[in-house]
Nanobody, 128 residues
Framework: VQLVESGGGLVQPGGSLRLSCAASGFISSSYYMSWVRQAPGKGLEWVSSIYSDGSDTDYADSVKGRFTISRDNAKNTVYLQMNSLKSEDTALYYC??????????????????????WGQGTQVTVSS
């Protein structure tokens, strides 16, 4: 499984960015894709998840109402639309997923962030 993120950059507070995660090599047709971020000097934080058919989405309270996760299965790509960005959204954003048998995971959330597969990350910096 390969996950490749893109779309990060520098944006002013209140601005928007759209992150993309291109996925390949899946063996299961039913799976969750998630976004996880790590701010400077802090631990990993789960941000959002989406099921393979888009029927189930979930968000961290810190981004609810500002971020939207979506996917294009024809392109095997997951997106994270980020609006009303704040300085505290500055982080390295990772795309992640897990195998169906991962016992740490319920829906798109994995406890201790024990995802099976990770991308290399894309940097988002919110600053004036």
């Amino acid at each position: 499984v390969q996950l490749v993120e893109s779309g990060g950059g520098l944006v002013q507070p209140g601005g928007s960015l759209r992150l993309s995660c291109a996925a390949s090599g899946f063996i299961s047709s039913s799976y969750y894709m998630s976004w996880v971020r790590q701010a400077p000097g802090k631990g990993l934080e789960w941000v959002s998840s989406i099921y393979s058919d888009g029927s189930d989405t979930d968000y961290a309270d810190s981004v609810k109402g500002r971020f939207t996760i979506s996917r294009d299965n024809a392109k095997n790509t997951v997106y994270l639309q980020m609006n009303s960005l704040k300085s505290e959204d500055t982080a390295l954003y990772y795309c992640a997923t897990h195998e169906a048998g991962n016992t740490y995971c319920s829906g798109g959330y994995c406890s201790n962030l024990e995802y099976d597969y990770w991308g290399q990350g894309t940097q988002v910096t919110v600053s004036s």
